[in-house]
């Protein structure tokens, strides 16, 4: 089992930044890669980066150049730092830990950019 505790959200100004926080515990070990997933009132959930165990990334060209994703591996800790924040980012964004069993969310965190 992999529990997954996002943080970091709130309300930002056009052109602002915010750091999400995903904090896993649990069976770490059998994690193999996480993302960042977001879904905007009446939307589909989707994509906004991922990365590997080796730090491979992987991001929506949406959000290509202004959020980048990284990971502590020793607070077993994953990061969405959002920069040049647009109306458009607002959502719920999420956390997700995949493995070969299966996949794990967070509760997600509520992003608004709105001035």
């Known amino acids: 089992q992999v529990q997954l505790v996002e943080s970091g959200g709130g309300l930002v100004q056009p052109g602002g930044s915010l750091r999400l926080s995903c904090a896993a515990s649990g069976i770490i070990s059998s994690i193999y890669i996480m993302g960042w997933y977001r879904q905007a009132p009446g939307k589909q959930r989707e994509l906004v980066a991922t990365?590997?165990?080796?730090?491979?990334?992987n991001y929506a060209d949406s959000v290509r150049g202004r959020f980048t994703i990284s990971r502590d591996n020793a607070k077993n800790t994953m990061y969405l730092q959002m920069n040049s924040l647009k109306p458009e980012d607002t959502a719920v964004y999420y956390c997700?830990?995949?493995?070969?069993?299966?996949?794990?969310w967070g509760q997600g965190t509520q992003v608004t950019v709105s001035s």
């Open positions: 997700r830990a995949q493995t070969i069993a299966r996949n794990y």
């Open positions: 990365i590997t165990n080796s730090a491979s990334t």
